[in-house]
Structure formats: C-alpha cells, structure tokens
C-alpha cells in the first residue's frame, strides 16, 4: 500500500524540477540527488507524503525487480532526494541514511514500524506492501513471492516544501 514507486518520477525532466526549487529559493545541500516518488496513484501518493509530513513514516521500500527494469539504480546512504508529488511537483527533500536490500519475508517490525503506514505493525506492512508489490510484478511481467528482494531505505526529513494545489 506504500512505497516508492521508481518507475513515474524518473521519467519527469530534471531540469524542470530543479527549475521549480529555484524558484522556491531552495538550495540543496551537497550529495547525489535523485528524483523519487511514493504511491502508484494519486491517491495512494497524497496519503504518503501526508505521513512523512507528519513525522510518521521515515521510509519506504521499492521493489528490487522493478528498480532494475527500469534501470534505475540503487539508493545510496547519502543520496539527496526531490520527493515529487502525483504531479511530479516537488513536495519534500530527504536524504536516505541506511539502504539495505532484503527478501520481503526478511522485513523486520522495527523496520515497518519505521515505515509508520497503517498501525506501524508487520502485517499492516505485509498486507499493503504484498498488494502494491503485486502491481509492480504485474507492470513487470514477473510473479510475486516472499522472496523477492526489496530495497528498504530510511530517509531523514530536511524540508517540506509549500503544498500546491491540484492543477
């Protein structure tokens, strides 16, 4: 039910986001960037970055396999990410503080508490991220299992940017 969804934002031209931040007067701090997103509809992605405005969720996981098809590489401890809203707007700057790629069955409760979707609890975990995964694979061409790996980053917080209404 959560997650960063590689495979929309990277589409979106650079240029154009880097050109907003500008225009905001946000200056990113030194490191890697990236751009990311979270949710695979608007909906799902409004939900998302409401949490991690609100100090709950403090990570998100993506699907190894989908990362890999569509060529993206992985997170970095370090990396600077422009956070895009269902629009490709930028609402957040992150900087991911751990990354580690384990099978979905390997999910720890400490880690989906981190993840802060739902009740914090593994199964809330298991249940919204089995479903989203089971997307991914369908977007994919590949079947989902409890062994598929998963990229599992913990990102801190270093600016909310001004929501902006729906175009």
């Not at 990113?28 to 991690?52: N, Q, T």
């Not at 490709?88 to 979707?117: D, F, K």
Request: charged share 25%; aromatic share 6%.
């Amino acid at each position: 039910m959560s997650n960063l969804s590689s495979h929309q934002p990277m589409n979106y031209g650079a240029a154009a986001v880097l050109s907003q931040l500008e225009a905001l007067g946000v200056v990113l701090p030194p490191g890697p960037v990236r751009l990311e997103g979270y949710g695979d509809s608007p909906a799902l992605s409004e939900e998302l970055l409401a949490l991690i405005r609100q100090g709950r969720k403090r990570a998100g996981t993506s699907l190894l396999w989908a990362m890999e098809a569509d060529g993206e590489r992985l997170p970095r401890v370090g990396d600077i990410e422009i956070v895009l809203d269902h629009q490709n707007r930028p609402a957040l700057i992150t900087r991911i503080a751990s990354v580690e790629v384990v099978q979905y069955s390997e999910v720890t409760p400490e880690y989906a508490s981190i993840e802060g979707e739902g009740d914090g609890s593994l199964e809330y975990w298991r249940r919204g991220h089995w479903a989203f995964f089971g997307r991914e694979c369908a977007r994919i061409a590949r079947e989902p299992s409890k062994s598929m790996p998963v990229v599992c980053s913990v990102f801190e917080v270093l600016r909310v940017l001004p929501s902006q209404p729906d175009a």
